[in-house]
């Protein structure tokens, strides 16, 4: 009977991985990989040649089965995502509650969260906080800022950046433009950035310079 790891790769720098993470992808039969362009780029920079297969948010439900009998039959199989661990805003969590379903044995190596260093970053008080990942793009959005209004906990949430403006804007509407928030961009990368100030501050600041990379969002509790 095998096993199930879940693998998280580095969410910018390469030297982030871990030894574990690195040899658990050079000893796996198979890799079930987010997108294996991007994988397969991980591997190549470490010199491991593997066995990459697609499992992404469109195919999961329809290849869990498959994915199952994999498992079983190997005696390591490795779940990765483009970046961070998987089943944070990610694929693998069907995955993984199919596997415990199925008596089927699955670890998580400890690694890169996008969205630990951009809280501990941030400044805002870290003891208590809430991830939401990714709000909705319509239906229950407006809902979801109406409460996330009354949270007194540091709030997280994933933004691209084509809509970072348009959440900086809503939280002026539903928070107040005083809201104080931080837009956590490009973390571990080359051009890591923290914009601390006022929802309408960062705003400003990001109408001027349009926003590029990967974003996390953080929003001071209410108090």
């Not at 991980?42 to 593997?50: D, E, Q, R, V």
């Not at 069907?94 to 089927?104: G, K, P, S, T």
């Not at 100030?197 to 929003?219: N, S």
């Amino acid at each position: 009977m095998g096993i199930l790891v879940l693998v998280p790769t580095p969410v910018g720098n390469l030297e982030d991985i871990t030894h574990r993470a690195l040899r658990m992808l050079q000893e796996a039969q198979t890799i079930y990989a987010e997108d294996t362009r991007v994988t397969a780029k991980l591997l190549s920079h470490f010199g491991i040649k593997n066995q990459l297969v697609p499992f992404h948010a469109h195919n999961e439900h329809r290849q869990l089965d498959r994915t199952l009998e994999t498992i079983r039959s190997n005696e390591l199989t490795v779940l990765v995502s483009d970046a961070g661990t998987p089943g944070i805003s990610d694929p693998g969590f069907l995955l993984v509650r199919a596997c415990i379903e199925n008596d089927l044995e699955v670890t998580c190596l400890p690694g890169a969260t996008a969205f630990v260093p951009a809280l501990v970053g941030s400044g805002f008080p870290s003891d208590r906080f809430v991830f939401e990942g990714f709000l909705p793009h319509k239906k229950g959005r407006q809902t979801k800022w109406k409460m996330l209004a009354e949270e007194e906990r540091t709030v997280i949430l994933y933004e691209s950046p084509h809509r970072i403006n348009k959440a900086l804007e809503e939280i002026c509407t539903f928070l107040g433009p005083d809201r104080v928030v931080c837009v956590a961009r490009e973390i571990s990368k080359l051009f890591e950035e923290f914009k601390r100030g006022t929802a309408a501050e960062v705003l400003e600041h990001f109408k001027a310079k349009p926003a590029k990379g990967e974003i996390v969002l953080l929003i001071k509790g209410k108090e």
